[in-house]
């Protein structure tokens, strides 16, 4: 498992979670956006003994990755059991399994008695539903009526929450290529953009098989070249 020192990854998106606490991971299938949320929180929840951190990961439409979390944690029996206990999976048997259901639960997670030591929670893929619904509804104001629902009872009220009780909130995309910018961006990005976020962007690069990680706040910009092992994310 990489230690918060041995990563800099993991510290330099640490550091910036510090002033800002809304991080926006974003980047095509099989770029490490799952695992990169996964290494974040439980290198944070074990960082310093005793142990007390919790956090709350909603599998939106990704099945909660507990193969992938033993093995980070492979050399660390007490830290795996650690943080498989004090990560509480929403919904507890399966994802979601449409729109409705997603919306229904995130509408009363603003006012959900979280347990007390949560400093995480982690949306894993928040857009996935909300893409499915809008792409079978042809009426732009009915579109337009349902974006703005999500964005102002949904998102920003959990978005408060987390600010006024000092949680990082996760939010992992999936993403599609953007022809004005020549780059791929998180589905509705234009919604996300109102809320400022830290934001990770994963890609591949071309041939080499390498993959670049952007991470980007308030204009500044910093790049990683890393790969995917299974001890997690490593920074090259």
Request: proline content about 3%.
């Amino acid at each position: 498992m990489i230690e918060l020192e041995r990563s800099a990854i993991i510290s330099h998106v640490f550091e910036l979670a510090k002033d800002n606490g809304l991080i926006s991971i974003a980047g095509k299938s099989g770029t490490g956006k799952t695992t990169l949320a996964l290494q974040f929180i439980s290198v944070l929840m074990t960082l310093e003994k005793s142990y007390r951190d919790q956090s709350v990961w909603i599998q939106a439409s990704e099945q909660f990755p507990k193969k992938r979390l033993r093995s980070l944690f492979e050399s660390y029996p007490d830290k795996v059991d650690y943080v498989l206990k004090n990560i509480f999976v929403a919904p507890g048997i399966k994802p979601f399994s449409n729109y409705q259901e997603q919306s229904s639960y995130f509408r009363r997670l603003k006012t959900t008695i979280l347990p007390n030591n949560v400093k995480f929670i982690v949306i894993d893929n928040i857009s996935h539903y909300l893409r499915y619904i809008i792409s079978s509804i042809s009426d732009y104001k009915e579109r337009g009526a349902i974006l703005d629902e999500f964005f102002s009872v949904q998102l920003f009220p959990l978005v408060m929450r987390c600010l006024r009780e000092k949680i990082i909130l996760i939010l992992v995309h999936e993403v599609s290529f953007d022809p004005s910018s020549g780059k791929t961006k998180p589905f509705y990005s234009k919604l996300y953009d109102r809320i400022d976020s830290i934001n990770v962007n994963l890609s591949k690069t071309m041939n080499s098989g390498l993959k670049q990680m952007e991470i980007s706040s308030k204009g500044i910009s910093m790049k990683f070249i890393y790969k995917i092992e299974d001890s997690g994310i490593i920074n090259l």
